[in-house]
């Protein structure tokens, strides 16, 4: 089973920027797509950004299009997401998932990391 595991998190003023980072190790690393999630106290969990690992194409939500970036690096079987322009309401636990059929379709992510917390405050 290929592991996951997230890193990068952590505190930062709005407005500020982060990069959370997902490698992954273990056998042969070939998903269908890569996802972010995150879930803050009391709400869904949300996707906010993946990627096919295949050619690259992207999905963000509209919360944080535009200000988000995710990206690949299939040498390193490790996926990015650059976070800018952070806000208070950007504050959760960011979770990366594997999934082997589908990009958008949350229930089709069946391989989870730990999560990482981010946190926007002044």
């Known amino acids: 089973q290929v592991q996951l595991v997230e890193s990068g998190g952590g505190l930062v003023q709005p407005g500020g920027s982060l990069r959370l980072s997902c490698a992954a190790s273990?056998?042969?690393?070939?998903?269908?797509?890569v996802g972010w999630f995150r879930q803050a106290p009391v709400k869904e969990r949300e996707l906010v950004a993946a990627i096919r690992w295949s050619d690259g194409s992207t999905y963000y939500s509209t919360s944080v299009k535009g200000r988000f970036t995710i990206s690949r690096d299939n040498a390193k079987n490790t996926v990015y997401l650059q976070m800018n322009s952070l806000k208070p309401e950007d504050t959760a636990v960011y979770y990366c998932?594997?999934?082997?059929?589908?990009?958008?379709?949350?229930?089709?992510?069946?391989?989870w990391g730990q999560g990482t917390q981010v946190t926007v405050s002044s």
């Open positions: 273990g056998r042969t690393f070939s998903p269908y797509a």
């Open positions: 998932a594997a999934s082997p059929r589908a990009m958008i379709i949350e229930n089709m992510y069946d391989n």
